[in-house]
């Protein structure tokens, strides 16, 4: 793997860490992120944390740079995404940062809040399969904000997560709502309000 240096702003200072190419947007922080991490409201401050598909990993750094006293668990099916996420934390010394592919989680781990960019173009079918194995694991009172494009079925999206996890977990009782809109982006916000 060819990797490079890559300078951004995360959780506010700026930062040299390394890419490379053959993952999600190598040379920065793309759009949709960014909305993420400017709009979402902060995540727990302690438990575990999750970001889906976490690529060279902006946001699991960010949700570890924000809440230290908390795990965070960065997934990705790609292992140059996870060998980058891991080196770029030991970069800025964050070690409550855990990379590694989604089988490794333990399943009975739950999260207080789960960030995500969620990976639209694998298709519908592997989206939704994907989310439905990481939501139902959010703790009592634990919050998902997913950003997504419009244009890309933000609206729909919405629309099958409050059916889909009402339908599956009844008892868990998730809300799906939409927390804000930038430009063309939305960010959806998945409660779980019971335990």
Known sequence: MKKRQLRVVLAGETRTLETAG???SPDGVDKGTTILLSEAPAPATEGNLLDI???WGPIALTLALRSPEATVYAVDVNERSIELTTENA?????????ASTPETVD????FNTIWSNPPIRVGKEELHSILL???????????AYLVVQKNLGS???????????????PEAGFTVVRDSTN???RILRVTR???
């Open 22 to 24: 053959g993952i999600f």
């Open 53 to 55: 598909g976490c690529g």
């Open 90 to 98: 030991k970069t800025l010394g964050l070690k409550n940062v855990q």
């Open 107 to 110: 399943p009975e781990l739950r």
């Open 133 to 143: 194995m990481w939501l139902p694991r959010l703790a009592h009172n634990g919050n």
């Open 155 to 169: 609206d729909s999206l919405q629309r099958w997560l409050a059916a889909e996890l009402d339908e599956r977990f």
């Open 183 to 185: 430009k063309a982006f």
């Open 193 to 195: 309000t019971k335990p």
